[in-house]
T-cell receptor, first 118, second 111 residues
Framework: GAVVSQHPSWVICKSGTSVKIECRSL??????MFWYRQFPKQSLMLMAT?????????EQGVEKDKFLINHASLTLSTLTVTSAHPEDSSFYIC??????????????FGSGTQLSVL | RKEVEQDPGPFNVPEGATVAFNCTYS??????FFWYRQDCRKEPKLLMS???SGNEDGRFTAQLNRASQYISLLIRDSKLSDSATYLC????????????FGSGTRLLVRP
């Protein structure tokens, strides 16, 4: 089945540094990539939606200059948390929608990245 | 009010028990619904889609009531491996394609 590879699985960084998270679709073309954030015991909250070759659409309350999303190819999307602070510590997860899922609501999730900012 | 609401639990049940989870949604723009299972710090995994006619997959039965905006999941003969968080999810395909996640119901199955 379709696989989305997300790296790194976990990262610990100092406050003020930037962290890049990658999601790759391994056997399909991801026309749309969704980025979510999940705090402990809370639901996955959509941060932004990106379509290949276009600027990402951010949800209300998500700072686009802080969470940089790049979706330059149909198999790779990245999320960069710039100038990370302890309150950015969270579980970040991507999900991909490919061309063959147009009539199928199924999304394919990456395995998630646990970010801890000291 | 959250768009998809669930009882957070936890539900602590013995092996073999039957357990039911409920979920309500407030936005009628949600067209499709799903139950996902999420283990701690793992990605959500699709458990099953939910239809008005009800659907069953082994020990799992899901039901959607659009009039009441209510979704249910029934798990029969609980196994230890069923311990996880169960997420109720709505899909909106109006002006955008968006999955709306509930905060999840935690299930603990004890020996």
């Amino acid at each position: 089945g379709a696989v989305v590879s997300q790296h790194p699985s976990w990262v610990i960084c100092k406050s003020g540094t930037s962290v890049k998270i990658e999601c790759r679709s391994l056997d399909f073309q991801a026309t749309t990539m969704f980025w979510y954030r999940q705090f402990p015991k809370q639901s996955l909250m959509l941060m932004a939606t990106s379509n290949e070759g276009s600027k990402a659409t951010y949800e209300q309350g998500v700072e686009k200059d802080k969470f940089l999303i790049n979706h330059a190819s149909l198999t790779l999307s990245t999320l960069t948390v710039t100038s990370a602070h302890p309150e950015d510590s969270s579980f970040y997860i991507c999900s991909a929608r490919g061309t063959r899922t147009v009539s199928n609501e199924k999304l394919f999730f990456g395995s998630g990245t646990q970010l801890s900012v000291l | 009010r959250k768009e998809v609401e669930q009882d957070p639990g936890p539900f602590n049940v013995p092996e073999g028990a039957t357990v039911a989870f409920n979920c309500t949604y407030s936005n009628s723009a949600s067209q499709s619904f799903f139950w996902y299972r999420q283990d701690c710090r793992k990605e959500p995994k699709l458990l099953m889609s939910v239809y008005s006619s009800g659907n069953e997959d082994g020990r799992f039965t899901a039901q959607l009531n659009r009039a009441s905006q209510y979704i249910s999941l029934l798990i029969r003969d609980s196994k230890l491996s069923d311990s996880a968080t169960y997420l109720c999810v709505g899909l909106r395909m109006d002006s955008s394609y968006k999955l709306i996640f509930g905060s999840g119901t935690r299930l603990l199955v004890r020996p």
